[in-house]
C-alpha cells in the first residue's frame, strides 16, 4: 500500500511540475504572438518601379559597356545616375581641374544614390532576421509544447502501468486481478499511442505586416519593400542564370521543399496569410523561409560592389 501511495505522490508532483512549465510557455507565446520586427514608423516610398525593358537600357548605353557590366548599368539606371555617369564620361576627357571637380561632385551625387540603396538593402535584411528569429523563438516554444504533453502522455502511461502491477499484486482474485492488468495495459498503450500525432499542438501567430506574402505572389502590394529592392528581386538580370528572377527561383524551391510540389497546399498556408493558426511545422518552415530570404537580400550587396568597383574604374 505504501508503494501506491509513493507512486501516487510522485504523479501529482510531476504533473504540477509540467502545469507550472506550461503557463511560462504559453505567457511566453503570448508575447511573441504580435510583431516587434517592423520599422518604428512608416516610410512612403514611391510606388514607381524602374524600367524592366533590360536590354533597351543596356542598347542604349552601349558606350557604357566597356566600363561596366550590364547588371551595373541596369543597377544606374534603377537609382536613376546613369545621366551622371555619362556626364563623367563626358568630362574624363578634359583634365582640366574644373572638370576634376565637376568629376568629383557627379561621383558624390551617384555614390549617395547608392548609399540608400545599400540602407534599404541592409533594413529590408534585418526585417527578414528579426522576423526569422521570432517565429523560431515561437517554433522552439511550441516545440517544447509538444515535448511537454508528450511528457505527461509517457508519466500517465508509466503510473498506469505501475498502478496496474501494484493493483493486481494486492488484489487476490484472479479474475479482478487479470481485469486489473488488461485495463492498466489498455491504458498504458493509449496513452502511448497519444505521443505519436504527428501533428502537435496549434497556437496563434500574427504577421500582418506579412513579407513572404509579396514574395510567393510576385507582385508588390504592399509597402514592405522599397521600389529599387522589388525591382533586383525581380529583374532576370540579377539572378545567376538570368532566366528566373531571385524571387521566382526562391518560389519555386519553396513549393519544392516545404509543400511538396503542393501549389494548392501552398496558396492555402497561413505563411501567406495575415497570420493563423500555426503547427510546429509550420512555424520551422515559416522561419527557414524568412532566412533565406535574408539571405537572397544579402546577395545583392554583391552586385552593388561590382558597381563601386566599375565607378572606381571609371573616375580613377
Same mark, same amino acid.
Given at each position: 500500500?505504501?508503494?501506491? %501511495?509513493?507512486?501516487?505522490a510522485?504523479?501529482i508532483?510531476?504533473?504540477?511540475?509540467?502545469?507550472?512549465?506550461?503557463?511560462?510557455?504559453?505567457?511566453?507565446?503570448l508575447?511573441?504572438?504580435?510583431s516587434?520586427?517592423?520599422?518604428?514608423?512608416? %516610410?512612403?516610398y514611391?510606388?514607381?518601379?524602374?524600367?524592366?525593358?533590360s536590354?533597351?537600357?543596356?542598347?542604349?548605353?552601349?558606350?557604357?559597356?566597356?566600363t561596366?557590366?550590364?547588371?551595373?548599368?541596369?543597377?544606374?539606371n534603377?537609382?536613376?545616375?546613369?545621366?551622371e555617369? =555619362?556626364?563623367?564620361?563626358?568630362?574624363?576627357?578634359?583634365?582640366?581641374?574644373?572638370?576634376?571637380v565637376?568629376?568629383?561632385?557627379?561621383?558624390?551625387?551617384? =555614390?549617395?544614390k547608392?548609399?540608400i540603396?545599400?540602407?534599404?538593402l541592409?533594413?529590408?535584411?534585418a526585417?527578414?532576421d528579426?522576423?526569422?528569429e521570432?517565429?523560431?523563438?515561437?517554433?522552439?516554444?511550441v516545440?517544447?509544447?509538444?515535448?511537454?504533453?508528450n511528457?505527461?502522455?509517457i508519466?500517465?502511461?508509466?503510473?498506469?502501468?505501475?498502478?496496474?502491477?501494484?493493483?493486481?499484486?494486492?488484489?487476490?482474485?484472479?479474475?479482478?486481478?487479470?481485469?486489473?492488468?488488461?485495463?492498466?495495459?489498455?491504458?498504458?498503450?493509449? @496513452?502511448?499511442?497519444?505521443?505519436?500525432?504527428?501533428?502537435?499542438?496549434k497556437?496563434?501567430f500574427i504577421?500582418?505586416r506579412?513579407l513572404l506574402?509579396?514574395?510567393? =505572389?510576385?507582385?508588390?502590394?504592399?509597402?514592405n @519593400?522599397?521600389?529599387f529592392?522589388? %525591382?533586383? %528581386?525581380?529583374e532576370?538580370?540579377?539572378?545567376?542564370?538570368?532566366?528566373?528572377?531571385?524571387?521566382?527561383?526562391?518560389?519555386?524551391?519553396?513549393?519544392?521543399?516545404?509543400?511538396d510540389?503542393?501549389? =494548392?497546399?501552398?496558396?492555402?498556408?497561413?505563411?501567406?496569410?495575415?497570420?493563423?493558426?500555426?503547427?510546429?511545422?509550420?512555424?520551422?518552415n515559416?522561419?527557414?523561409?524568412?532566412?533565406?530570404?535574408q539571405s537572397?537580400?544579402?546577395?545583392i550587396n554583391?552586385?552593388i560592389?561590382?558597381?563601386?568597383?566599375?565607378?572606381?574604374?571609371?573616375?580613377?
Open positions: 500500500m505504501k508503494k501506491l %501511495y509513493f507512486i501516487f510522485a504523479f508532483l510531476l504533473t504540477s511540475c509540467v502545469s507550472k512549465k506550461n503557463q511560462v510557455i504559453k505567457q511566453n507565446i508575447t511573441l504572438r504580435d516587434y520586427c517592423k520599422a518604428p514608423f512608416k %516610410y512612403n514611391e510606388n514607381k518601379l524602374p524600367s524592366y525593358n536590354d533597351s537600357i543596356i542598347a542604349a548605353n552601349q558606350q557604357l559597356k566597356s561596366f557590366s550590364d547588371q551595373s548599368i541596369l543597377v544606374l534603377a537609382l536613376d545616375n546613369l545621366d555617369v =555619362n556626364e563623367i564620361v563626358k568630362l574624363k576627357k578634359d583634365s582640366s581641374l574644373n572638370s576634376q565637376k568629376v568629383l561632385q557627379l561621383k558624390m551625387k551617384i =555614390n549617395s547608392i548609399t540603396a545599400l540602407t534599404e541592409d533594413a529590408v535584411a526585417e527578414f528579426c522576423e526569422g521570432r517565429v523560431a523563438q515561437i517554433g522552439n516554444y516545440d517544447n509544447l509538444n515535448d511537454s504533453r511528457n505527461k502522455l508519466l500517465y502511461s508509466i503510473a498506469a502501468g505501475a498502478v496496474a502491477s501494484i493493483a493486481g499484486g494486492i488484489v487476490k482474485d484472479e479474475g479482478w486481478s487479470s481485469a486489473i492488468d488488461i485495463s492498466g495495459g489498455a491504458f498504458g498503450a493509449g @496513452f502511448g499511442l497519444a505521443t505519436l500525432n504527428p501533428k502537435g499542438k497556437v496563434e504577421h500582418q506579412n506574402r509579396d514574395i510567393w =505572389n510576385e507582385r508588390l502590394e504592399s509597402p @519593400f522599397p521600389p529592392i522589388w %525591382y533586383m %528581386y525581380t532576370k538580370r540579377f539572378s545567376n542564370k538570368e532566366q528566373h528572377s531571385i524571387i521566382s527561383s526562391m518560389k519555386q524551391r519553396w513549393l519544392h521543399y516545404q509543400f510540389d503542393d501549389q =494548392n497546399k501552398a496558396d492555402q498556408s497561413v505563411i501567406f496569410k495575415d497570420g493563423g493558426l500555426y503547427r510546429a511545422d509550420d512555424l520551422h515559416r522561419a527557414a523561409m524568412l532566412n533565406q530570404m537572397a537580400t544579402r546577395t554583391q552586385i560592389n561590382y558597381l563601386l568597383l566599375d565607378l572606381d574604374k571609371l573616375i580613377l
